[in-house]
């Protein structure tokens, strides 16, 4: 049996902020808009080619907005994605990894290239740069 990772729900502060920063500068899909109540809406946002969902919205979560890191997603060319990011407007880290002395600055091998940012409520993101190859692990 498949378990599949399908929806992260996100805290954030200002829901159409978060949804413009989501769509516009991140180029997620909008799968879903919808007020359900006067306390409940709810916004689901796909990553480009990604099965698993965002979703932001009212009265969804009691967590804090902003309380998340280290939220990852995978894309094959991290200085593609790294020029696309600052391309947009997003305050993008320079590509670095992880070596003897912990984070460095510049590309690594294998799996090891990275590139972080936050979103408008300081949520962390980090992408990582996945080899073609993805049995190289």
């Known amino acids: 049996m498949d378990w599949t990772l399908e929806v992260v729900v996100l805290p954030v502060s200002d829901v159409d902020r978060a949804k413009a920063f989501y769509s516009e500068q991140l180029g997620f899909a909008v799968d879903v808009d919808r007020r359900m109540s006067e306390k409940v809406r709810v916004v689901q946002l796909t990553p480009p080619g990604s ?46 990894h992880f070596g003897e002395n912990g984070q460095q600055s510049g590309p690594g091998g294998p799996w090891n290239s990275f590139v972080s940012f936050n979103d408008p409520d300081g949520n962390g993101w980090v992408v990582q740069e996945a080899p073609a190859d993805r049995s190289q692990r």
């Not at 969902?53 to 902003?66: E, Q, Y």
């Not at 200085?79 to 590509?95: F, K, N, T, Y």
């Open 51 to 96: 099965a698993c969902s965002i979703t932001i919205g009212d009265g969804l979560t009691p967590v804090a907005p902003g309380t998340y890191q280290g939220l990852q997603l995978c894309v094959s060319d991290i200085q593609a994605a790294h020029a696309q990011l600052a391309g947009r407007g997003v305050d993008v880290s320079e590509v670095f």
